[in-house]
């Protein structure tokens, strides 16, 4: 079963704007368009006869318009150019899938620039980072140096000043023991 394609139709109001010219720049581009065409009217009319349009007409109407722009075209030209590629269906999909592929590039430009412009912020993020990390590893190896110089200094006291204390000298044998071993309690005495 074939699938009924609705078509948009677009008022000349909004043509006008999208394309940014007068309505009656557009009327006189309409009016040679149809001059030019092969069939009675370029454009499809409405039932009060007023031309409407769809996206494939304001493609046409947009590719007349940079044509006219360029130097040593004229508007003829343009609109010559344009009839004649127009009843090509494929060149008219060519130029309605242009028109996406140039706005789907805008989008993708936009998208690049904001990715780099994250990852410049990122990369200063990153290079602030590793500064921090080479201020930090050489506050580390200071602090490290400068504990195994106080670590030799005191080995070094120890050593030479380890004596011991002459009331332990003083302490019998059988004293000591007594101090070292405490006195067993029976279970049953609680005090």
């Known amino acids: 079963m074939k699938e009924i394609q609705a078509i948009e139709y677009i008022s000349t109001k909004l043509v006008c704007e999208k394309l940014k010219i007068q309505p009656s720049t557009l009327r006189k581009y309409a009016s040679m368009l149809d001059e030019k065409a092969k069939t009675e009217f370029y454009f499809t009319r409405d039932d009060s006869n007023n031309r409407v349009y769809t996206k494939e007409d304001i493609a046409v109407l947009q590719r007349i318009i940079e044509l006219k722009n360029r130097p040593g075209y004229t508007l003829e030209a343009a609109i010559n150019e344009v009839v004649g590629l127009s ?12 028109e996406e592929n140039d706005n789907y590039l805008k989008a993708l430009h936009s998208f690049v620039a904001q990715q780099n412009k994250y990852f ?13 990390i080479d201020r930090l590893e050489s506050l580390v190896s200071s602090l490290i140096e400068n504990n195994i110089n106080d670590m030799s200094v005191s080995t070094e006291d120890s050593t030479t000043n380890f004596e011991e204390p002459k009331e332990f000298e003083k302490m019998s044998s059988e004293e000591s023991m007594t101090i070292s071993t405490p006195k067993k309690k029976k279970w049953w005495n609680f005090k």
């Not at 009843?87 to 242009?98: M, T």
């Not at 410049?120 to 921090?132: A, F, G, M, R, T």
Request: glycine fraction near 0%.
């Open 120 to 132: 410049e912020d990122y990369q200063s993020v990153l290079q602030k980072k590793d500064e921090q």
């Open 87 to 98: 009843y090509n269906s494929d060149i008219q999909d060519a130029i309605a899938v242009n």
